[in-house]
């Protein structure tokens, strides 16, 4: 069965350095997503992403983040200085097309611990 | 205001027991998809089940079902015979056409204990 993949699983950094977190969605899948989980919070969206542009962002989603899709079937999510409070598990998603009832398929999530 | 509201943070319940947990959401968009995710602790996101705003069925998926009450605006989960497997964290979410993104909107989730 397809499935989302991301890496690192884990990433631990230093305050102010930058870090890239890395998905491969489904292959045919035309949406992709950001989520971020801070520690027993719910799931927040970031930013999603279709034919090769951001289509929608959240407030959370601020300079210091971007997203890119380099070469057709990676989706990165890069911090640029990472803060204590970008501490969290961040999830990739994506989904077949626009339709209310996808299913939008979550990878296992990459947990980002900035010390 | 908050789109999906989680009102239990914690419920427990006995092994083959049945448990519901409950979600209210807040839309205006009359097209809209429901969904449940399950996230052990283990950290990741589990389909669970769907229900869309038109759907004249109530959805079930093997000990999943979703009572979905369109008029109060609820999509309650309930587990059938509850397994110790089943604790977890439970998330309700939704999503809303009219984002264009087509985003999911999460509530605060429910965390079920399966006593045995």
């Known amino acids: 069965e397809p499935e989302v993949t991301q890496t690192p699983s884990h990433q631990v950094t230093q305050m102010g350095q930058e870090v890239i977190l890395r998905c491969v969605p489904i292959?045919?899948?035309?949406?992709f997503y950001w989520y971020r989980q801070i520690l027993g919070q719910k799931v927040e969206f970031l930013v999603s992403?279709?034919?090769?542009?951001?289509?929608?962002k959240s407030e959370i989603f601020d300079d210091q983040f971007s997203v890119e899709r380099p070469d057709g079937s990676n989706f990165t999510l890069k911090i640029r200085s990472t803060k204590l409070e970008d501490s969290a598990m961040y999830f990739c998603?994506?989904?077949?097309?626009?339709?209310?009832?996808?299913?939008?398929?979550f990878g296992p999530g990459t947990r980002l611990t900035v010390l | 205001a908050q789109k999906i509201t989680q009102t239990q943070p914690g419920m427990f319940v006995q092994e083959k027991e049945a448990v519901t947990l409950d979600c209210t959401y807040d839309?205006?968009?009359?097209?809209?998809?429901l969904f449940w995710y399950k996230q052990p602790s283990s950290g990741e996101m589990i389909f669970l089940i769907y229900?869309?705003?038109?759907?004249?069925q109530n959805a079930t998926e093997g000990r999943y079902s979703l009572n979905f009450q369109k008029a109060r605006k609820s999509a309650n989960l309930v587990i059938s015979a509850s397994q110790l497997g089943d604790s977890a964290m439970y998330f309700c979410?939704?999503?809303?056409?009219?984002?264009?993104?087509?985003?999911?909107?999460f509530g605060t989730g429910t965390r079920l204990t399966v006593i045995p």
């Open positions: 998603a994506s989904i077949s097309g626009a339709g209310v009832g996808n299913e939008q398929f």
């Open positions: 292959s045919n899948h035309l949406y």
């Open positions: 992403f279709y034919n090769n542009e951001i289509s929608e």
């Open positions: 839309t205006s968009d009359p097209s809209y998809g």
């Open positions: 229900q869309g705003s038109y759907d004249q």
């Open positions: 979410a939704m999503r809303e056409p009219q984002t264009g993104a087509n985003n999911l909107f």
